[in-house]
């Protein structure tokens, strides 16, 4: 008779949490290194609310729905963030330059070794300033995070950064050239607008996998997932930068080019630990942008979400930003070499029942 395999002690259990208390001990160091460096720099720390009337307009970002109830019982949908992005560059309408946030934030049907269903997202935003200044503060972040976890490299199952070294800055195009011998842009044209023909007969040329009904960004991220990111960030860290304006709702077009944008995403030891955009400040063509967004969420998977009306009268007085957001428990994962995202939280959401 087989018999199901036994559930893992809880996290609670003393024996369970001995394990893990190093692990936690080093986060804390490593949280407390980095809130040193931003205020250094002049950033004010700032505390956003969880419940929101959006959680964003991504299309692949599922939240947690609830309703707050009046006193005669009249239910108002509301929603836990995914991010505190919306309400961090309100803030920046209001006149703050330099903020950050250690934010909670919620994201639902995602669970795994990288994945965990609530987690601390540390978001930071430079009014006025460049997109290229986040990704030097990310290099410095990354040698602040191995020196409190009190570690000389990164390391994620094997696989080592070494932070004191300079990470690699790498377009999206040349890592689709070098990993998979694709020419994206000779899909985008001078608009940003995308040609699903173009990039499904590179794709096929390089034998990957075409579907019937795959979209442009089906086979993007089919290329993105499969070739370009199973490569980065080993031996040093990688600066992915100017992605098709397609795959950037929320940045501004590079000047240099229009079809790319000014958002880079940083991986080290192949893990993404943070996303990165010179701030699109345009409420037309942002609100553009996320109905297009929540059309394709409406034909994937038959739901949207509301659009935050504040957010985009705030786009129209907020000034030209740059803001990156960074999963900062995947940052303490890889500076104490932890397995498991569980690791380095100290209370777990609870796991269902399968």
């Known amino acids: 008779m087989n018999r199901p395999a036994p559930r893992p002690s809880p996290w609670w259990t003393p024996d369970v949490h ?54 005669s019982g009249e239910e108002t949908p509301l929603y836990l963030h995914t991010s505190p992005e919306f309400a961090c560059k309100k803030l920046l309408a209001a006149g703050e330059t330099r903020i950050a946030c250690f934010a909670h934030v919620y994201r639902n049907r995602e669970r795994g070794p990288l994945h965990h269903p609530e987690f601390t997202m540390l978001e930071w935003y430079r009014a006025g300033e460049p997109y290229t200044a986040l990704m030097a503060d990310c290099a410095a972040m990354l040698r602040l995070a191995a020196e409190a976890a009190g570690a000389s490299v990164l390391t994620y199952r094997g696989a080592v950064c070494d932070p004191a070294l300079e990470p690699e800055r790498l377009t999206v195009a040349d890592a689709f050239a070098r990993f998979a011998g694709i020419d994206l842009l000779a899909s985008v044209d001078a608009d940003g607008a995308t ?43 990688t600066i992915l930068c100017e992605y098709p304006v397609a795959e950037a709702a929320l940045a501004r077009p590079a000047p240099h080019d229009r079809r790319v944008a000014e958002r880079f995403e940083l991986y080290a030891c192949g893990v993404e630990l943070a996303n990165a955009f010179g701030e699109l400040t345009d409420p037309a063509e942002q609100r553009r942008r996320f109905a297009l967004e929540m059309a394709e969420k409406a034909r994937i998977y038959g739901e949207t979400y509301p659009l935050d009306e504040d957010f985009l009268a705030a786009l129209a007085v907020m000034p030209e930003a740059s803001g990156i957001a960074l999963g900062f428990d995947r940052l303490a994962m890889l500076a104490t070499g932890a397995g498991r995202i569980e690791q380095v939280l100290w209370a777990p959401v609870a796991e269902t029942a399968p």
């Open 18 to 71: 001995a394990d893990r208390r190093p692990f936690l001990l080093a986060r804390n160091r490593v949280q407390a290194a980095l809130r040193a460096w931003l205020s250094a720099r002049d950033f004010v720390e700032v505390d956003t609310a969880t419940l929101q009337v959006s959680p964003g307009n991504e299309a692949h970002l599922h939240a947690f729905a609830t309703a707050a109830v009046g006193h």
């Open 195 to 237: 040609d699903r023909g173009r990039l499904a007969a590179a794709l096929a040329q390089a034998g990957l996998r075409v579907a019937a009904d795959d979209t442009w960004a089906d086979l993007f991220s089919r290329v993105l997932v499969e070739k370009v990111e199973p490569a980065l960030g080993f031996g040093r860290a």
